[in-house]
């Protein structure tokens, strides 16, 4: 077989990342190996996100850059999956004369055999949703970057309908995977030396209640936790409405489940919340965050919160900085809202200017670094147990992930990637720590 190159460009969240994983681990066998060099490749291949505006133009400005790689390579296949395909489908072949592939987020399975239909010149799109049966069928095994720690995808899609989101209408209705196969995919895993796993799904916290004979997602973490060879389990993303109590104690009583949890709030307002359909008051959400806390005393939080959705005042904005303060997110990711089209917040008018958004966002900005700066120096002279992950910063350093999540780069030795060692914290900044080898194991 002649070797082929694959360069793949990756938009948004982490499923995009797995769905990319997996589509590099289904074209290798087509004899497709990963560059990360475009103008070196045989196929390009966007794999998109539309969850804000403007994701339709970005892809369309990188289509229209790589049409240049296709003058000069005419056997260049280029292609377009994710979000903005299942979007667009059809309309993406007709714009783009150029394009040869379109597949949706349902239709991964189908990109070998639509490669082959290529590589002879044909040009296909595929967007239909596939039903539940043959969906789980179709959570294949990843071969992922990492060799220490990797997702595991648990669910896919999802109900909730919040209404500025896109998700529940380009992935599709929510779908549990069968617990028995999460679990041999583990098992395979730790055989392969993995050391920590990620479940993931778009609400993991929902996981098997649509489904009868699946366990509650806190009974799979247990089971997960409990395969031999995994020292860490995580998982992301969660929903506050989903955050049980039977799921929190997971966080007392599983010492291999990290302490971490992403759990969006997406404002502070009662009255933004009701209006984005979240499903859950402040009060709510900080009764979570509180129990959260108890059981897991120092556990880091992390979470999502949106700007400037439509009707947002100043007193909302302010509740929103004022959860920040009571919850001291770790982490924070920050967005600005835009309406997508299709969704119910797309009709509500919009009264707020660019500028006023981009201003609030800055002021949250500035909070969330004063926050984590001073969650980081919290650590300082604290022992801190990492797997090592790869080189460090500088040279002569290694980098590892401590239990919170947070990086930590510390004078040591590339051997020992792939080991758990133990640090103490010697210095904090903003986005990582910096520590010194305690004792190693
Ligand atoms: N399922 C996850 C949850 O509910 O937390 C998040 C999935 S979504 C891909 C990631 C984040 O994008 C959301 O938490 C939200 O903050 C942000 N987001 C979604 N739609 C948005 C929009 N129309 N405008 C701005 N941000 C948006
Ligand atoms: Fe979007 Fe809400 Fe579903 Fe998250 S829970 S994916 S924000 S609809």
Known sequence: MNEKYLFIETFGCQM???DSERIVTMLADLGYRPTTVPADADMILLNTCSVRGGAEEKVYKRLSHYRSLKKAHSGLILGVGGCVAQQEGDHLLQKFPFLDLVFGTHNLHLLPDMVRGAEKGERR??????????????FPPVKGASR???FVTVMQGCDNFCSYCIVPYVRGREISRRAADILGEVRQLADEGVQEVVLLGQNVNSYGLKSANEPTFAQLIRQVAGV???RRVRFTTSHPKDMSDELIAC??????LCGQVHLPAQSGSDVMLSRMNRGYSRAAYLDRIRALKAARPGIAITGDMIVGFPGESEA???QTLTLMEEVRYADLFLFVYSARPGTKAAELPEELSREQ???????????????TLEINRSYLGTLQELLVEGEGKRPGQVSGKAESGRIVNFPGDPAQIGSFVTVRIVAAYQNSLLGELAQNP
């Open 228 to 230: 031999e060879g995994i």
């Open 316 to 318: 909302d904005f302010e």
């Open 125 to 138: 799109c595929e967007t239909a949703f596939i039903d539940n049966d043959q969906r789980l069928d179709l």
């Open 148 to 150: 220490l720690s990797r």
């Open 251 to 256: 966080f007392a009583d599983v010492p291999k």
């Open 357 to 371: 958004k981009v201003e609030r966002l800055e002021r949250l900005l500035a909070l969330q670094r004063r926050i």
């Open 16 to 18: 995009n990342v797995n």
